[in-house]
């Protein structure tokens, strides 16, 4: 592969990890992974202000993880692929198998 192509491929794939990089943006995620929802629903599910859901919305639709549709004067949010919820739930199960061999090596230290 071409080293400016793959540079390129580096670039965005960093990007898409950065919209993961905070446990909001990730409960929006979930919560999305359950239908469409507004900025509304979204604050009243996840207890949220207006203004923390619309940043990090703004966020997940820079990373193209979510989609907009206007019914309206309200926009409702959806998820742009249904993988992006099987990638967070294999990184959870990474995350628990670290978890257990902490508590491995903790028992081990006792």
Known sequence: MDKALRGEIDQLHAELCQ?????RRIAILYALSEG?????ELMETL???RAT?????????ESNMVDTQREGVSI?????DERIVKALDLLREVLAGILAQRKALAEALE
């Open 36 to 40: 469409s929802k507004n900025v509304s």
């Open 19 to 23: 919209g993961l990089a905070d446990s």
């Open 47 to 49: 207890e949220m202000s």
């Open 76 to 80: 409702y949010y959806s998820l742009a």
């Open 53 to 61: 859901a619309t940043r990090h919305l703004k966020v997940l639709r």
